[in-house]
């Protein structure tokens, strides 16, 4: 497959990015990618460097709620993570399969990714006790709970197991709209990691995709879990994202 130039050097660009972040997380002790503010500051400028590498520009809209906190989204790609992890520091919560990605998976896991086999209610619990100790470290956890990526054209129903460590702990729920505008409001083609699709294959479609395209975060206001429980919670937070979600793109169904 040939491409671009300009792909080509984005390309290139990434590797060496790549390549900076594993010898930072070589050098720099994980607990203080996540602990520090200097060490938060690298974190959130390699997830910058990643966007910016792709073409891939950022708009907030709202402002995150500052730690600690469940910051919780509907989720479209694996560029949600670079897109959040730039606003908001903190440790997402992952499935099991991205810390088998060569070398992404590992920086991950350095700058505090907790990672869940899906469907295994003892991780569910490993990780809500981590959680809850992040949570009292006054730090932020950043969650998908549709647990896994759509068209961005609907919300998944929500997990809600993991929202009890948001009420062990009373710190707030924070409901985050991600989207990637394209023509006339539609998802953007190229941003949507679903399905079988590989990651460099995603990757060889970003990298090629036709100019700059957009990732927009829509940070709604929070909420605090007081007298309700985890599954009202996670219904709750669904609710507005859907109902922000449906008035920004394009409905279930609707053609790209």
Request: charged share 20%.
């Given at each position: 497959?040939?491409?671009?130039g300009?792909?080509?050097v984005?390309l290139?660009?990434?590797?060496a ?8 997380a070589v050098i720099v002790p994980?607990?203080?990618?996540i602990d520090?503010a200097?060490?938060r500051r690298?974190?959130r400028?390699?997830?910058r460097?990643v966007l910016?590498?792709?073409g891939?520009r950022?708009?907030?809209l709202g402002?995150p709620?500052g ?6 989204a509907n989720?479209?790609?694996w560029v949600d993570?670079?897109a ?8 997402f919560?992952?499935k099991?399969e991205?810390?088998a990605w ?6 991950a896991r ?28 006054d730090?932020s ?6 647990g896994?990526s759509t068209d961005?054209r609907q ?11 948001a009420i ?13 505008p394209?023509?006339?409001g ?7 990691f679903?399905?079988?699709?590989a990651l460099l ?5 970003l990298l090629r995709?036709?100019?700059e395209?957009?990732?927009e ?10 007298d309700l429980t985890?599954?009202t919670?996670a219904t709750?937070?669904?609710?507005v ?7 920004t ?6 053609s790209?």
């Amino acid at each position: 497959m040939r491409l671009p130039g300009g792909a080509l050097v984005r390309l290139l660009g990434l590797f060496a990015h790549a390549l900076w972040g594993t010898m930072v997380a070589v050098i720099v002790p994980s607990d203080a990618l996540i602990d520090t503010a200097a060490g938060r500051r690298i974190v959130r400028f390699w997830h910058r460097g990643v966007l910016s590498l792709l073409g891939i520009r950022l708009k907030a809209l709202g402002r995150p709620v500052g730690a600690p906190a469940l910051i919780v989204a509907n989720h479209i790609s694996w560029v949600d993570i670079a897109a959040l992890g730039s606003l908001c520091p903190g440790h997402f919560v992952a499935k099991s399969e991205i810390e088998a990605w060569p070398v992404l998976g590992w920086l991950a896991r350095q700058a505090g990714t907790f990672y869940i086999k899906r469907g295994d209610r003892k991780a569910s619990a490993v990780v809500a006790a981590r959680m809850t100790e992040a949570f009292i470290r006054d730090q932020s956890v950043l969650l998908f709970p549709e647990g896994t990526s759509t068209d961005g054209r609907q919300v998944r129903p929500f997990h809600a197991r993991l929202f009890a460590a948001a009420i062990e702990a009373g710190c707030p729920v924070q409901p985050v709209v991600m989207g990637y505008p394209g023509r006339s409001g539609a998802i953007h083609p190229a941003a949507p990691f679903i399905g079988d699709d590989a990651l460099l294959h995603h990757l060889w479609g970003l990298l090629r995709a036709r100019g700059e395209f957009t990732v927009e975060i829509r940070f709604l206001a929070p909420e605090l879990p007081t007298d309700l429980t985890a599954r009202t919670l996670a219904t709750r937070a669904r609710d507005v994202i859907v109902a922000h979600h449906s008035t920004t793109y394009e409905p279930p169904g609707a053609s790209l």
